[in-house]
Structures are given as C-alpha cells and as structure tokens.
C-alpha cells in the first residue's frame, strides 16, 4: 500500500529565516505531487503541483519555491519567511487518476 | 467566478442520526467530485467521490448525490457516530486546470459537523 510522509510535523520558525518542508511517498511510482496551504478555518489552496523529476507548476506568486529532486521526494522552501506563510501545509500525491491522498502536514508557525 | 461553496459552515446532529453535509458548486465543467473528511490537527481523509456521468454513489455508511442541474452535491452520512466529528470538504476536478495527468482540485470551505451524544 501507499503512503505518504510529511516532516517536520510542526515548526516555529522566526521572520526571514529560511524553510525546508519535505515529504515522501512511498509503495508508488512517479506520482504526481502537490503541495497545499490551508489557513485556520479555511479550505486549501494549491501552491505547486509536479508531474515528474525536476518539473515544478507554480500556481500563486508567493515566497514560496519548490523542488523534486527524486522520483518520490517534494521539497518546499523559503529562502526568508513571512509572517503570511504561518498555516498548515499538505502534500499529497495522485497516480494517474484524480483522487489525492494526503499528508499528515505540517504545522508551520512564523513569529 | 467559479467557486465550490458549502452551504452551512457548521452542522450539529445527534449520535445515531443521519448527517447530510451539502456543497454548491458553479463550474458546469468539472467532472469529478470527492468528499474528504479532517480530525483537527491531521490531513484530509478520502471518504469517496463520483464522476459526473453518476447521480449517486455508496460506500460504507456514507452516500455522495450529484445534481448536475443545479450543480449540487451533498454527502449522507448514515447512524453518524462520535468519530465521524471532523471538518467535511467537497473538492471538484476542473478539467480546465489540468496538465496532463495532474488533476488539479478546487476545494470548498468546508462544514464542521459535530456530533452529540
């Protein structure tokens, strides 16, 4: 079976600091991999989507970047944070077809 | 614009009661549909989904009812139990905002249902 991984879990991180999110899957092959923002209280937002190795669809402009340097690895990254980028973040993965699996996600807070 | 929006943001039933959580949605050109359940502080759950060649659709406790003509979709929960509090998201697959295999879904707000003993 499938699964999906998301570290850290939770993060506390200062203003203009960098980030490093990753999340993995595993029991898969070249999935598609996306990575959401949901605010409190509030639905999710797509912020990249990747159908391959090194193929990267941004879909908001934002401080935000992405990676996938393997098959199975989505990496999000900052180079400085904003206190606008606190919220929980989600990666899922999708085989084809068009249902998504979730992440556990991370908890990012920006003080 | 197009939007998917739930018509309530909260929903109390009682342990044992069937839920029915319902989602507008405006875009007359999705043709998928999935309901995902969220316990606080977790990622979204798969619950089920439809295609939009479908009007009704059962799984386990749970049943999805798609009206195409006035873009409706609710989700019946049946004998809701204490377990089944969580936030509900309907999401829809916009074939316009696809590359290739990558379906790309919009997601409502969500409805919180609770459910009281």
């Known amino acids: 079976s499938q699964t999906i991984h998301q570290w850290p879990a939770t993060l506390v991180q200062p203003v203009g600091s960098p980030l490093s999110l990753e999340c993995t899957v595993e029991?898969?092959?070249?999935?598609?991999l996306y990575w959401y923002r949901q605010a409190a209280g509030r639905g999710l937002q797509l912020l990249f989507y990747?159908?391959?190795?090194?193929?990267i669809s941004s879909e908001v402009p934002q401080n935000l970047s992405a990676s996938r340097p393997q098959d199975r690895q989505f990496i999000l990254s900052s180079k400085k944070l904003l206190l606008s980028d606190s919220g929980f973040y989600l990666c899922?993965?999708?085989?084809?077809?068009?249902?998504?699996?979730f992440g556990p996600g991370t908890r990012l807070t920006v003080l | 614009g197009e939007s998917v929006g739930l018509h309530l943001p909260t929903l109390s039933v009682q342990e044992g009661d069937n839920s029915i959580i319902n989602c507008a949605y405006s875009?007359?050109?999705?043709?998928?549909f999935i309901w995902y359940k969220q316990e606080s502080g977790k990622g979204p759950q798969f619950i089920i989904d439809i295609r939009s060649n479908m009007d009704k659709r059962q799984g386990q406790r749970v049943t999805v009812l798609l009206n195409k003509t006035v873009k409706h979709l609710s989700l019946q929960i049946a004998a809701t139990q204490p377990g089944d509090s969580a936030v509900y998201f309907c999401?829809?697959?916009?074939?316009?905002?696809?590359?290739?295999?990558?379906?790309?879904?919009?997601f409502g707000s969500g409805t919180q249902l609770t459910v009281l003993p």
């Open positions: 875009n007359s050109a999705s043709d998928y």
């Open positions: 990747s159908v391959g190795i090194g193929q």
């Open positions: 029991g898969t092959s070249n999935p598609n």
């Open positions: 999401a829809e697959n916009d074939r316009r905002r696809s590359s290739g295999s990558a379906r790309q879904l919009t």
């Open positions: 899922a993965w999708s085989r084809g077809g068009d249902t998504q699996y």
